[in-house]
């Protein structure tokens, strides 16, 4: 069978704001969606992501059913499923409204796979999108970007093992796992040094039917392309990660868990750029500034 041509879908937010319109007493879903920020899917299946068809994307019904964080706003004139929308008129959110984001500890190349599989947890409240700021509180010490895969988990999955668990993957994305070196030394558990706020940037979209397999990654900072491996560098691969979690927890819609960093960083400051690649994913770039 042939492999189906990866598709994009990004979740997004029109540059202009929707039209104002008179107060009413209807209570349905679509109203209450209204009354919060947008937020709208889109698919694009140009194997070309740069030219003209891969910036003109089609507006499609979430893809998280049954997500009350990840549902479509409401109607909106030129944003109804099945309208064309071109790139330029929004701006791309994080890909997804997690409940839950993981990494994996030690998971860098086969000494990883040599201890115990061990994940750590990431704040929801950490994740941002493409193009905003990672702010870096003072004093907080080294911290460095890591690029890694993502996976976007499509359905409600406990208890998978190797022969379903890609079933339960909607597609991949980029994460940079955001790390302070001196907090993860002191906290033995992670939590205050990767769970900062702004410490999870992810998109800038989800790639589906992606071969994951030997994709390269790395990290650019201000422009200077740092070491890069591979995916195939990674100890625990994606399906033993998934069957490994939901061993002991339920993974939901829209979650992230991210799979490790095999390749070099250094250190980010105000100031800085940071943009996260993978191959057949694309590029995720980030300004660093220091927080308010």
């Known amino acids: ?34 009354q919060l920020p947008e937020q709208f899917f889109v698919a694009n299946d140009a194997a070309d992501f740069a030219g003209t068809a891969g910036r003109t994307w089609k507006v499609v019904e979430s893809p998280f059913p049954g997500s009350r964080a990840n549902a479509g706003s409401g109607r909106r004139k030129g944003w109804e499923p099945g309208a064309e929308v071109l790139e330029d008129s929004f701006t791309f959110l994080a890909p ?33 999108g493409p193009g905003e700021a990672i702010e870096l509180p003072a004093g907080i010490g080294l911290v460095e970007p890591e690029a890694e895969l993502a996976v976007v988990v499509g359905r409600t999955a406990k208890n998978l093992t190797l022969d379903d668990a890609r079933t ?37 979209w989800i ?54 960093f095999p390749a070099a960083s250094a250190g980010i400051q105000p100031g800085d750029t940071v943009t996260c690649r993978v191959g057949g994913i694309g590029e995720l770039s980030n300004p660093v500034t220091a927080a308010s």
């Open 168 to 204: 339960a993957v909607l597609g991949y994305t980029i994460g940079n796992d955001v790390t302070a070196r001196k907090l993860q030394k002191s906290d033995e558990l992670w939590l205050s040094a990767k769970s900062q706020d702004t410490f999870t940037p992810a998109g800038p």
């Open 207 to 260: 790639v589906t039917g992606l071969d994951h397999a030997d994709l390269p990654v790395g990290v650019v900072h201000n422009g200077t392309e740092l070491p890069t491996a591979s995916t195939a560098d990674l100890g625990w691969k994606v399906d033993e990660i998934l069957v490994y979690l939901t061993s002991f927890m339920t993974l939901h819609p829209g979650d992230l868990v991210l799979t490790g």
């Open 1 to 34: 069978m042939t492999p189906a041509r990866p598709r994009r879908i990004a979740r997004v937010r029109p540059l202009a704001p929707a039209p104002s319109s008179s107060p009413s007493s209807d209570s349905s879903p679509d109203s209450d969606k209204a």
């Open 96 to 128: 997804s409204v997690p409940a839950n984001v993981l990494g994996m500890a030690h998971n860098t190349g086969q000494a990883g796979r040599e201890l115990p599989a061990q994940a750590f947890h990431k704040a929801a409240t950490s994740v941002i």
